[in-house]
């Protein structure tokens, strides 16, 4: 109940559950509701919640979960986009010693500049659960741990494993920046009104260090290994469409570098290709959630008229970096998120680069 964009569906009245209180909850808008107290009470006992800690919650709704927030922690800065639901709590904590301890910013949570917390508890709608996951491990500075309901399939993405079916891009990206953990299944008997999927409670811990990566490289290099992720690296790696994008990036970065020199040789002063420009920029990462399997090629280019002969250099270069790695015969589905790192790391040290 936190935010993010809606479908109308033209000709089907969308769908209204009243309220005890006289709130009509929007299934169509992702409002469901945690109706059962011994789930809340679980949420909060797993989300380790200290007496100092203040605790951002993103879908507050009519304030269930809140109260037991607020007598667990310091401060609660909650995030509800619904005008409706933010009168509601603001009636239901007005005069009580929670008052003064709760902030209510009423907002799509995507848009907003959040404060600072330390920890995260939300129960959202579902079709903004990638873009929130990354907006939050974003977030600087970072926090201690974020609580979040996920409808199931998406839960077991973020938690799989090398070799598990749901394994893919989103795992890999966001097990780069956190350490996942499931902690709750939960039936969707459990909400008013019941959702038509099952539901997921999951502990996402920031990593502290960050690892650092060129983000718009490590999205460009997924992209390609997660294509046909249950194919050898050595099949995809030879496709002529990614040999084509990747010679074309090789030599816009040759290119980069005698620019570089032929200027700092006739100045004798530092250029502006400060690390290759935007090879070596920090880009926002992709959120897209969307199956590692489809069909299309991600918007990959293929570069017409390029010489059989050139090609084939370039592309005994590229698998000669796979099987230095002994990656060859290796598949992206059973590749942890080191080897990956391994893998650029090779591919960059060649010279050849993903975005």
Same mark, same amino acid.
């Given at each position: ?20 209180? %006289?709130?009509?909850?929007?299934? &169509?808008? %992702? ?20 007496? *100092? ?27 509800? #986009? ?19 301890? =709760? *902030? ?23 079709? #903004? ?6 907006? =939050? ?33 989103? *795992? ?38 960050? #690892? ?30 990614? #040999? ?13 570098? =005698? &620019? ?7 100045? %004798? ?7 290759? %420009? ?40 590229? =698998? ?36």
């Amino acid at each position: 109940m936190a935010g993010g964009k809606v479908k109308k569906e033209k000709g089907k009245p969308q769908q209204h559950t009243p309220y005890q209180g %006289g709130i009509s909850f929007h299934k &169509s808008k %992702g409002q469901h509701i945690l109706k059962n107290p011994l789930l809340v009470d679980a949420i909060v006992q797993k989300s380790g919640i200290k007496p *100092t800690d203040v605790i951002l919650e993103i879908g507050p709704g009519t304030g269930n979960l809140t109260k037991k927030l607020l007598e667990a922690g310091k401060k609660v800065i909650a995030v509800e #986009i619904d005008p409706r639901m933010v009168l509601e709590l603001q009636r239901r904590f007005q005069g009580t010693p929670y008052s003064n301890r =709760l *902030t209510v910013i009423q907002g799509d949570v995507l848009k907003t500049e959040l404060p600072y917390f330390d920890i995260c508890v939300a129960n959202i709608p579902y079709q #903004i659960s990638s873009p929130l996951t990354f907006k =939050l491990l974003s977030h600087q500075p970072a926090f201690r741990c974020a609580i979040i309901m996920f409808q199931r399939e998406f839960a077991m993405r973020l938690v799989a494993q090398p070799g598990d079916k749901l394994y893919c891009r989103l *795992t890999v990206n966001t097990q780069l920046h956190a350490r996942i953990f499931h902690l709750l299944k939960v039936g969707k008997n459990n909400f008013r009104p019941p959702p038509k999927v099952d539901s997921s409670v999951v502990r996402i811990e920031p990593r502290k260090p960050r #690892i650092e990566v060129n983000t718009k490289e490590w999205d460009g290099f997924l992209r390609i290994c997660f294509n046909r992720k249950n194919k050898t690296l050595g099949a995809i790696f030879r496709q002529k469409n990614v #040999i084509s994008l990747l010679e074309k990036n090789y030599k816009t970065v040759q290119a980069l570098k =005698l &620019s570089q020199a032929g200027v700092v040789k006739e100045t %004798g002063s530092k250029t502006g290709f400060s690390s290759f %420009g935007d090879f070596d920029d920090d880009q926002g990462m992709d959120m897209d959630g969307g199956s590692d399997d489809d069909d299309d090629d991600d918007g990959m280019e293929v570069e017409d008229g390029e010489a059989e002969e050139s090609q084939s250099e370039f592309k005994d270069k590229v =698998l000669g970096v796979l099987k230095e790695g002994d990656f060859e015969e290796k598949r992206s589905s059973k590749l942890t998120l080191q080897e990956f790192l391994y893998l650029l790391s090779l591919f960059n040290k060649a010279g050849i680069h993903f975005s």
